[in-house]
């Protein structure tokens, strides 16, 4: 990684990631992939191995980074329903702000990536399961806590709410306005909070 004094990797990974969110791994080339990095195509390879293996470690991030955003709104509220319900509405304001893509990359790659991309392909799916898993979490905590009736499944309701994600993140990614997605994301969040039990309350 002799260029690696030059190019710092966290920042290249940053301009994979924005490249392959916004045009889909077949359609970023070699050359653009030069461009954005300010790399040759040798460092590239020495620092990432290939371009898939720089992919993979891009869609890692792009994880990560939702992960951690997913989690400082939960921490802002001590009731899990409550805090999914924040989350959803946060994602009200996709329009609201410069992204690559409204839509998720990790379901945009599942969706793009064929048989000659399998472990690509299997990369994303573990993601968004890592994604499914936190969703199931939250819920069981809010069973935990008496929040939640304990005749619901959690992991239907974390499954469910995935595809809503997944929905609504595709919804934005069409030609409406911002208050169109702000008023969708509402109503789900409302239809979550609905599931809290009678008596309990968010203290926040």
Known sequence: MARATIHNRQDSLERALQLFWQKGFHA?????LEKALDMRPGSIYATFGS?????QESME??????LAEFERTLHAYPSP???LAAYLRGLGGLRDRELPSRAC?????????GEREQAAWRKAA???AGMEERFIDRFDAAQQIGEL???LDPVRLGRRLQAEVMGLRAFAQRDVDSATVHALAEDMALSLEALRKDGVTDKR
């Open 51 to 55: 371009k898939d293996g720089l992919f």
């Open 81 to 83: 329903l409550a805090g």
């Open 126 to 128: 573990d993601l968004l």
């Open 61 to 66: 991030r792009y994880a990560r980074l939702g």
């Open 149 to 151: 009736d304990s005749r």
């Open 28 to 32: 970023t080339s070699l050359k653009d």
């Open 105 to 113: 990359m990790l379901v945009k790659s599942l969706l793009e990536l």
